[in-house]
């Protein structure tokens, strides 16, 4: 259940036209529906909660720039993720993820990536498509190789 404070939050957020959305430490288990209304958002965190999921009506959500989803519990980023076309900036380090998505490699304005500290055992082959990616972090997971195709990644620094 999403507590009352969450709803004012999000409710001020649709009055107010806001650009960006805070509900980072809220103790969520999931993403607000009522969040997935506020298609103007660029800037949305919900780090420091206990999100198990993101659903696939992320991709309603299509202006967001930076996303933020850092100490959840997510174990999967859904293919919808490949909508959010004017995403700079993901961060879903500090989660359960196991798999990076094709999908990740459809967001040709991605210039940041975290994905530390999960479960990842490989880069897909696709992450080369990235190439606007200045930042990528897969520290901590448990990558045993790495492609060879990274190193089309030029913009990497």
């Known amino acids: 259940m999403v507590s009352d404070e969450v709803l004012r939050m999000i409710e001020e957020a649709a009055r107010n036209n806001s650009k960006g959305l805070d509900l980072s430490w809220q103790g969520l288990t999931e993403i607000p529906m009522e969040v997935f209304q ?16 993101i659903p696939d009506a992320i991709e309603k959500l299509q202006n967001l720039t930076e996303l933020y989803l850092t100490k959840n519990e997510i174990v999967k980023i859904p293919d919808a993720i490949e909508k959010l076309q ?14 990076i998505p094709d999908a990740i490699g459809k967001l040709q304005n991605l210039i940041g990536l975290d994905l530390s500290d999960n479960k990842i055992v490989e880069i ?12 990528l972090n897969l520290g ?12 089309n990644l030029q913009s990497l620094e």
Do not use: C, G, H
């Open 38 to 53: 506020l298609q103007n958002l660029t800037f949305l965190s919900l780090s420091y909660n206990q999100i198990v999921e």
């Open 86 to 99: 004017n995403l700079t900036e993901l961060d879903l380090a500090y989660n359960k993820i196991v798999k």
């Open 124 to 135: 897909p082959d696709t992450i080369d498509k990235s190439q606007n990616l200045i930042w």
């Open 140 to 151: 901590s997971n448990q990558i045993v190789e790495i492609p060879d195709l990274i190193v």
